[in-house]
C-alpha cells in the first residue's frame, strides 16, 4: 500500500482531486493483491508448512485446499474488478502480479527457491508493481518516465 502512495506522489498529480482512486489503489494493492499473494504462497507451500509450522490454518485443517484456492481466486477477481473501476491498465498491471505472486510460489517455476529470482521477484511486485500500480492509477494513462523509472529504481 506504502509502494501505491509512493507512486502516486511521484507522479505530481493532485491526491485530494483523486481521493476515490487512491482508497480504491490501496484497497487493490494491500487488502486484495497483497493477500492474494499471500493466500496462494500458504496453498503452494502447505506440505513444508505441515512439517515447520503445523498451526499454519492449512495444515492445522483450520481451511481446507479447496477454500484457500477459492479465497485465492476470489480474491484475484474481485481485484480485477477493481483494478478495472480505475483504469484497464491497472488491470493488466494487475494480471502480471498474480502471473508473479504464482512464478513465485507455483510450480514449475517456484522462484522462492532461488535466492535470485525469488528476491528480483518479490521486489519488483511489492515495491515496483504497486509503484507502477499507483502511477498508472493516478494519471489515468501512462505516467511520465520520471515516475516509471522510478518505480524500477525503487
Known amino acids: 500500500m506504502w509502494a501505491f502512495a509512493?507512486?502516486?506522489?511521484?507522479?505530481?498529480?493532485?491526491?485530494?482531486?483523486?481521493?476515490?482512486?487512491?482508497?480504491?489503489?490501496?484497497?487493490?494493492?494491500?487488502?486484495?493483491?497483497?493477500?492474494?499473494?499471500?493466500?496462494?504462497?500458504?496453498?503452494?507451500?502447505?506440505?513444508?508448512d505441515a512439517i515447520?509450522?503445523?498451526?499454519?490454518?492449512i495444515p492445522a485443517g483450520k481451511i481446507s485446499k479447496q477454500a484457500s484456492w477459492l479465497i485465492t481466486f476470489g480474491l484475484i477477481m474481485t481485484g480485477?474488478?477493481?483494478?478495472?473501476?480505475?483504469?484497464?491498465?491497472?488491470?493488466?498491471?494487475?494480471?502480471?502480479?498474480?502471473?508473479?505472486?504464482?512464478a513465485y510460489?507455483?510450480?514449475?517455476?517456484?522462484?522462492?527457491?532461488n535466492g535470485?529470482?525469488?528476491?528480483?521477484?518479490?521486489g519488483l511486485a511489492y515495491e515496483g508493481v504497486a509503484w507502477l500500480t499507483g502511477s498508472f492509477s493516478i494519471t489515468q494513462g501512462i505516467p511520465s518516465t520520471e515516475s516509471i523509472a522510478l518505480a524500477i529504481i525503487f
Request: hydrophobic fraction near 45%; proline fraction near 7%; glycine fraction near 8%.
Open 6 to 48: 509512493c507512486g502516486v506522489v511521484s507522479t505530481g498529480e493532485s491526491v485530494s482531486d483523486n481521493i476515490s482512486i487512491l482508497v480504491r489503489g490501496v484497497i487493490l494493492a494491500g487488502p486484495l493483491m497483497c493477500a492474494m499473494s499471500q493466500t496462494m504462497n500458504d496453498y503452494f507451500d502447505r506440505e513444508v
Open 52 to 57: 515447520n509450522e503445523p498451526e499454519r490454518p
Open 80 to 102: 480485477f474488478l477493481v483494478a478495472l473501476s480505475i483504469h484497464p491498465y491497472v488491470v493488466a498491471i494487475a494480471f502480471v502480479g498474480v502471473l508473479m505472486s504464482h
Open 105 to 113: 510460489s507455483g510450480p514449475p517455476i517456484r522462484a522462492k527457491r
Open 116 to 122: 535470485w529470482y525469488g528476491n528480483l521477484i518479490v
